[in-house]
């Protein structure tokens, strides 16, 4: 009999243990897909960065950019914004197309999609990725947008993702409006795309590369310029003087450095990728592919230009400037122009090569002087410090001349959303422009410069993502550029 019962006692104990252990496993389990750690990676106004507790990265060194002499303060705030843009993706070796992230496959799931939302309330969907074999994976570091919208009262918004690093993404949403409201995610890059464009941003920043003229009565030379240059030939060094933005050209063969006449996009790197690389960047396949809901896909919420303004020819090339337009009406005078190299679009005069900061400090400022700034898709091919570098400058000239003259409104546009196809992605792409939106979001805090949101607004639109949006989402633009210009007296 003690047989017996020693035995039982030893079979119940043994019950007691695993029921423990399974219920350990699923509370684990739980929370790990609950709770926001560092474990996971977050997706602001979708795009992805990882938490602020990350540490320890490397950056390969570019064009002395490591060696700039920075004040400690500085020196924390690039390498606070490096880290937080350390993109989580796994050191998996290569991996073959057909296991790489296939949206056709890929579902997603509204949370408590039966019930009824207020406005104010959250919406919560998690996505589970498979791959082209329609097995699950088992890592994350895709790069996701996602939005809410109502096609019938033309409204939308973006939502904030959170990358389990395990197959599985979390998009959180705040319901802003009354109605049906309808849930899209999107795959932009797989994983496996990312790793590859991480590689080109920092292995081949030159891919695209720039020349300039250089002439002096019958003799010309056409030389490369970059913010640094390979080898070993004689430059000449066009740095600017008071910001200290790095700029070269190989020094012609004959005439002096002083002989340069313009500044031009040279072109575009081919060959970047290998066969099997390339399909990670398919047009229809893997780049902004819709990625669809195994339920409902929708939840019910309870509840352009000025004709007085008159233009002056100036004889300056299209997109370079300088431009002016005056409203004598309303004592509106307007001024344009490009920002100083890189510049990727057409031939730009040396003499009309001017910096962003150099501008700023030369305006007076005060209550009747607004500045609109726009300064991101030129740089995206570079790595991130040739960005950090050229905000810090155009930052410190900000800030002087709001100390200067307080009531200048400063009003900055931020990146946006752009078609995609295979080759723009390799020098273009929402991932890299995602990258310098955060970068210029961060820098620009609490500085009292208003932002007009480019990117949320892009993104959260039913039209179709352009480089240069269409007209009804530039309007849209405007209008929030002049709520801070003149702003409705409460």
């Not at 005439?255 to 099997?276: D, E, I, M, Q």
């Not at 001024?335 to 001017?354: A, D, M, Q």
Request: contains cysteine; glycine residues 6%.
């Amino acid at each position: 009999m003690w047989t017996n019962f020693f035995k039982l006692r030893l079979f119940c104990c043994l019950l007691a243990v695993l029921m423990v252990v399974v219920l350990v496993i699923n509370v684990t389990q739980v929370e790990y897909l609950d709770r926001e750690t560092v474990s996971a990676t977050f997706i602001d106004s979708s795009g992805q960065f990882v938490s602020s507790q990350a540490t320890g990265f490397s950056r390969n060194p570019y064009c002395g950019y490591e060696l700039q002499t920075l004040s400690s303060r500085e020196r924390m705030e690039e390498d606070s914004l490096l880290a937080a843009l350390q993109w989580q993706v796994p050191n998996v070796g290569p991996v073959p197309f057909v296991k790489s992230t296939d949206p056709s496959s890929s579902y997603f799931v509204i949370l408590n999609s039966a019930a009824f939302f207020k406005v104010g309330s959250q919406l919560e969907v998690l996505v589970h990725v498979q791959d082209f074999q329609r097995k699950p994976k088992k890592y994350g570091g895709d790069y996701l947008q996602a939005r809410i919208h109502s096609p019938r009262l033309q409204a939308g918004a973006v939502g904030r993702v959170v990358d389990y690093q395990n197959g599985f993404y979390k998009v959180f949403f705040t319901l802003l409006w009354p109605g049906k409201v309808k849930v899209s995610v999107s795959l932009v890059h797989p994983s496996e795309g990312i790793r590859i464009l991480q590689h080109l941003q920092e292995e081949k920043p030159d891919r695209v590369y720039f020349k300039s003229l250089f002439r002096s009565g019958r003799i010309s030379e056409t030389t490369e310029c970059n913010v640094c240059l390979p080898g070993s030939l004689p430059l000449c060094n066009f740095t600017d003087l008071y910001t200290g933005e790095p700029w070269f050209c190989f020094k012609p063969k004959k005439l002096p450095c002083s002989s340069r006449v313009n500044h031009f996009k040279g072109g575009y790197l081919k060959g970047l990728l290998t066969a099997s690389e390339s399909a990670f960047f398919q047009s229809g396949v893997n780049i902004k592919m819709p990625i669809n809901s195994s339920g409902p896909d929708w939840v019910t919420v309870i509840p352009s230009r000025m004709k007085d303004l008159v233009e002056f020819n100036l004889g300056s090339p299209k997109n370079v400037g300088p431009f002016l337009a005056v409203d004598q009406k309303h004592n509106i005078l307007l001024k344009y122009r490009c920002h100083g190299p890189p510049i990727r679009f057409t031939t730009v005069f040396s003499n009309e090569l001017h910096y962003v900061a150099n501008e700023l400090n030369r305006i007076v400022g005060g209550k009747n002087t607004v500045v609109a700034i726009a300064v991101w898709s030129h740089f995206s091919t570079f790595p991130l410090e040739v960005y950090i570098r050229r905000l810090r400058n155009i930052r410190r000239a900000v800030v002087q001349l709001l100390d200067r003259s307080p009531k200048t409104v400063v009003v900055i546009r931020t990146a946006n959303a752009q078609e995609l196809g295979p080759e723009v992605s390799l020098f273009n792409s929402d991932w890299y422009n995602f990258q310098l939106d955060t970068v210029l979001r961060r820098m620009f805090s609490g500085v009292g410069v208003y932002l007009v949101d480019a990117w949320e607004m892009t993104l959260a639109h039913h039209l179709p993502h352009k480089l240069h949006p269409d007209e009804v989402i530039v309007k849209n633009q405007l209008d929030m550029f002049l709520s801070f210009v003149c702003p409705l007296e409460t």
